[in-house]
Structures are given as C-alpha cells and as structure tokens.
C-alpha cells in the first residue's frame, strides 16, 4: 500500500516557468534569510544570543560530573541513568526504564 502525502489546495501553484527561474543562489538567499529571522525570545536581560554557526570551538565547557546514586540504574536500551522509580522490567538481567518498555 502506498503512501500520499496530503495536499494543500488552498496553497499556491508554480509553474514549470516559475520552477526553472529558482537559482541556487536565490534558494540559499532564502534560506540565509529565513535563519536570520528566527529570534530566541526567551532570554533573560544580560544574556547573550548566539548565531546560528558561530564559532565554539575556544568555549570551554565546565560542569559537575555526579556518579550514579544507588537508587538509580542505567537503562540497558537508551543507555540513560534513571531513578529507580522508572524501571519497568529486567529483561534477562538488565534494567530497562518505562521509556524504553513502552
């Protein structure tokens, strides 16, 4: 059986014409364009927006790596540390989280 895709027929139509004007350029104009709109509106003051492609690669990530607590457990299908409250099942042995078992 084979799949159709739904079709917006309010939408409007191109023509061969208007298809065969698109350039490469144009497209990756539009496209250069539509990233350049999107805005993150949810930063607090003092917070600074980055670009879409910006540069990380002097940024230096720090954190705290806390070991796993004895109430938690390491799903053996997503491979993700969860409480103990979220184990579904062991299967031959190995814990699998609610996520994963449903």
Known sequence: M???MATD???PRK???DLSEDSLQELQAR???KA???IDEDLDAGEVAELPG???SNEELTFRVVPRQADEFTCTRCFLVH???QLASEKNGQPVCRECAA
């Open 2 to 4: 084979e799949k159709k």
């Open 9 to 11: 027929y309010d939408s």
């Open 15 to 17: 023509t061969d014409d």
């Open 31 to 33: 496209r250069a364009d």
């Open 36 to 38: 350049a709109s999107i």
């Open 54 to 56: 910006a540069d990380l």
């Open 83 to 85: 409480h103990r409250s």
